[in-house]
């Protein structure tokens, strides 16, 4: 009840006043028939206000014909029915008293023909499309996102949920692929971090949800695909903008972001250049007991960041049906890190008994630098399209880490041991790709094929140091370097055809070929390992079937097969120091998650989205905690494959206008988890448990000019990584905005 309480506050500042909005409304209906007496369904109706002709509410009218404006103050107004086809019925000089409840009766619409000159068309995206195969979070625009940055904008996103460890999950399920425009990010762990938090928000457009790709995407990931679309100027001529942004907090941050675009008709060009610099606090408290020693930690950490960023790409239109086109993007950061870390150590039947405290601030120095390049070709038939594309990147990470430890008496007064370490863990990404994706009509459908080659290369070196009056003599017990090459071939098809005016159906099958070695190069001949090898076929079948049961209805079933392969940081088997009391090592022999994923989601007036999902991993791939051989006081960290979890999952997403001026978006997602494995030790894992994610944006157009947001997000307590309960987070975002000379300058608080 506490933890549902806290979730219920967050909604509060957005909702409270929505309900008592509702009271001494008014509300106008009525039916729409033709002239021969039959209804009129999903016309267009809309009220505006005699005063100034401003969009009161608007509505389409049901199967019937019949229609209700509800929520509408007292006022004077003119009603507009539109339908394709039939002339626009216009009914003038509409009073409506407080709480009066108007019937307009049966309204007749006449058939008609005009001939349309000239149309401009003002639009504003909702904050959420949901799409029959994604569910698209807009951001640009959004005030609360300014200051942010790409892992804060996912934390937001529906059905996203990031624990204290920056790891990511969609609909309850580990396991994303993360792409920026359309291309697979090849990081994970702390590299992804890092990445996400160098892209501001003020550079991202938009965020694509995909929880169950089809045949044309990579089978790699089981919750599917965050794909975040970054800002892209598609006006003709020259235009530009800057955004500058200060965040004031326990760490100040400051980003400034500066866009530049031509274009004309054979050629397009675009760029932009940015720079972040803030700070990030955490402070985490640990209580852990096993072997009958007790230990509590209490970390606390301050990270400095700076990051600069570039991103160029140029489009040449050959003709009216072929591109060609290249992207160039860069990002370099630097990072200066302190933890500073104390823990108690005690027996466990006496936790109030003090043996020794270990003290450590260890410090690191931290230099990123990721580079992307895409070359793009694409022609649009008239009934056919081809697209090629060809893409490299390079992301390396350079950092030195300083780590003293001093173990102290009970009393603190006195210095017992001394142990100083460094370390060295430089990583080197290359990653190359080619595709073709083709589509042609076929059999009254659409058939698409492709294929797709990709080879990433990751060179991982650790070199350990002890550490003695400053000097640093390298250990090489501790030291090692992992390579890491995977090269993947894959094929897919893919048919989809409208079977008749209410069904649609789509069948794909993927087909994927890995090989991948990993290969340890210690530098002591006795700790020497053989290489990894890992050679599979695996296929992923695909399939969907919508039913539009009405215009303002649809129902959607789909299902998928997906894999997440272990990557190097996981397959190293060599034994790594995090901490003086921490530890960590690879598993080899790990395999593949494998999961099946089923959805029914139904959506009506194209917005509002409610789906049941149900997935079952094989084999996932989790983190299992226990105590060092050599020192029994110690945390060692490895991987392990579970036998299944199995995820059950609700996901409801309601935008709506509580008036003309206060538009809503409520997110729910609701999940039961059940995690099983059994082990030749005798070790079993049986843990289930419910989790829930509530996000809330309230959006109010107010006088003069000025618009407000109020957002927030709860997430309830659950299991992360099949073994691990986490506890509650939540958070809460105001935001104003006001726009000036003519919306060329917008200012945001």
Known sequence: MRHLSSALLILFCGLLCSFASLQAQSSL??????????????????????????????????????????????????????????????????????????????????????????????????????????TVFNVEGTINAVGGNGMDLLRKAPGVVIDNNDNISVQSRSGVLVYVDGKRLPLSGDELSAYLRSLTAEQIDRIDIITNPGAKYEAEGNAGILDIRLKRNKNHGTNGSV???????????????????????????????????????????FQNTQFGNYMAQDVYTNEQRTNGNFRWGADYFIDKKQTIGFIVSGNKGDMDQLNTDRTTIGKANQISVIDSILSAEHSSIVETNNYTANLNYVRNGEKSTLNIDADWGSFSKDADNEQPNEYLDP???????????????????????????????????????????????????????????????????????????????????????????????????????????????????????????????????????TYQAAPMHAFNWSYGRRINRPDYN????????????????????????IVNNISLSYTYAYAFNFSLSYSKTDDKITRLLGPDDLDPRATFLSWDNLATETVISFNASVPFDITKNWSSYINFNLARKDNQASY????IIDLQAWEYNIYTQQSYRLPKGFTAEISGWYSGPGIWGGVFEFDPSFSLDLGLQKKFFSEQLVAKL
């Open 243 to 285: 955004s500058v942004s200060h965040s004031i907090g326990q760490d100040p941050r400051s980003n400034i972001n500066i866009a530049l675009n031509y274009r004309n008709e054979k050629f397009s060009t675009f760029g932009n250049i940015g720079l972040a610099d803030g700070g990030y606090t955490q402070r985490m408290y």
């Open 29 to 134: 209906s009525g039916v729409l028939e033709d002239a021969d007496g039959t209804a009129v369904s999903f016309a267009t109706i809309a009220l505006y206000s005699s005063q100034d002709s401003s969009l009161v509410k608007a509505e389409t009218s049901k199967d019937d014909g019949s229609f209700e404006l509800q929520s509408v103050p007292a006022g004077t107004y003119y009603l507009l029915a539109r339908f394709l086809g039939m002339a626009d019925l216009k009914i003038p000089d509409i009073s409506l008293n407080v709480n009066e409840g108007k019937d307009l009766g049966k309204l007749t619409m006449s058939s008609g023909a005009f001939e349309l000159e000239e149309a401009v068309v003002v639009t504003k995206r909702n904050l959420l499309e949901v799409k029959p195969d994604r």
């Open 411 to 545: 009393d603190t007064e006195e210095v017992v041991f001394v142990a100083n370490k460094a370390f060295e863990t430089p990583v080197d990404i290359d990653i190359y790709s080619f595709k073709i994706d083709y589509e042609v009509p076929v059999a009254g459908g659409q058939l698409g094929l492709g294929t797709k080659l990709s080879k990433v290369v990751t060179d991982n070196t650790f070199l350990f140091y002890d550490v003695d009056q400053g000097l640093r003599a390298q250990n090489d017990f501790r030291s090692n370097r992992f390579k890491y090459d995977e090269n993947v071939y894959a094929g897919y098809l893919n048919y989809s055809r409208k079977i008749n005016d209410k069904w649609s159906s789509s069948f794909g099958l993927r087909v994927e070929r890995t090989d991948a070695t990993g290969d340890l190069q210690a530098f002591l001949e006795e700790l020497q390992e053989p290489p990894v090898e890992l050679e599979y076929t695996s296929f992923f079948p695909s399939a969907g079937l």
């Open 570 to 593: 996981v397959l190293n088997p060599f034994r790594a120091q995090i901490s003086e009391l921490s530890f960590i090592k690879g598993n080899p022999f790990l395999a593949p998650e």
């Open 680 to 683: 030749d030790d005798g070790s």
